[in-house]
T-cell receptor, first 115, second 115 residues
Framework: AQKITQTQPGMFVQEKEAVTLDCTYDTSDQSYGLFWYKQPSSGEMIFLIYQGSYDEQNATEGRYSLNFQKARKSANLVISASQLGDSAMYFCAMSLSGGYQKVTFGTGTKLQVIP | DAMVIQNPRYQVTQFGKPVTLSCSQTLNHNVMYWYQQKSSQAPKLLFHYYDKDFNNEADTPDNFQSRRPNTSFCFLDIRSPGLGDAAMYLC??????????????FGPGTRLLVL
């Protein structure tokens, strides 16, 4: 069974600085996908970025990038130039290939951006 | 814009009084999911539909039922809500199963309060 670990329950970052949210995963499968979601206090889960296990380049979406280190089984989210609106809960998640596989979520990291 | 819509955003019900939450999508995705999320926790999958095929998670209580009358709509019925069912209920869709295809897009959620 797969597992996602987010070891940082909460983090603070100064506005305009970069921040890295940690995510490690555990699976014996070779084909898998990794996701990051943002959940503001309003409750909606917002998809941010996806990385496939066979993707050679790190995924980027605007100010978000995923630092994928396959050998270390880590998929850290990097947010550049933090904004006050980035304050939210962030979840790392994983899915496997081959038909239906339940998406596994980590426990989340609460990020607070300080003016 | 294609999206996932949930109604109502807030629902107050009485202990034991049946309640129905609704979800609709304009993404034309095959898969629809219902999650329960309690404060500061990761979302917990209750069940999903692939088209009309229903799949219940093993630990989903019998008190929770679901209907998907067509591709666009999915309903969550809680037959006899208890105080422990107070939570955020999130509906999500994905194009298919697998890795990138299982990117889930969430609605804004319905916050359920049980009195």
């Amino acid at each position: 069974a797969q597992k996602i670990t987010q070891t940082q329950p909460g983090m603070f970052v100064q506005e305009k600085e970069a921040v890295t949210l940690d995510c490690t995963y555990d699976t014996s499968d070779q084909s898998y996908g990794l996701f990051w979601y943002k959940q503001p206090s309003s409750g909606e889960m917002i998809f941010l970025i996806y990385q496939g296990s066979y993707d050679e380049q790190n995924a980027t979406e605007g100010r978000y990038s995923l630092n994928f280190q396959k050998a270390r089984k880590s998929a850290n989210l990097v947010i550049s130039a933090s904004q006050l609106g980035d304050s939210a809960m962030y979840f790392c998640a994983m899915s496997l290939s081959g038909g239906y596989q339940k998406v596994t979520f980590g426990t989340g990291t609460k990020l607070q951006v300080i003016p | 814009d294609a999206m996932v819509i949930q109604n109502p955003r807030y629902q107050v019900t009485q202990f034991g009084k049946p309640v129905t939450l609704s979800c609709s999508q304009t993404l034309n995705h095959n898969v629809m999911y219902w999650y329960q999320q309690k404060s500061s926790q990761a979302p917990k999958l209750l069940f999903h539909y692939y088209d009309k095929d229903f799949n219940n998670e093993a630990d989903t209580p019998d008190n929770f039922q679901s209907r998907r009358p067509n591709t666009s709509f999915c309903f969550l019925d809680i037959r006899s809500p208890g105080l422990g069912d107070a939570a955020m209920y999130l509906c999500a869709t994905s194009r298919d199963f697998g890795t990138s295809s299982q990117t889930q897009y969430f609605g804004p959620g319905t916050r359920l309060l049980v009195l």
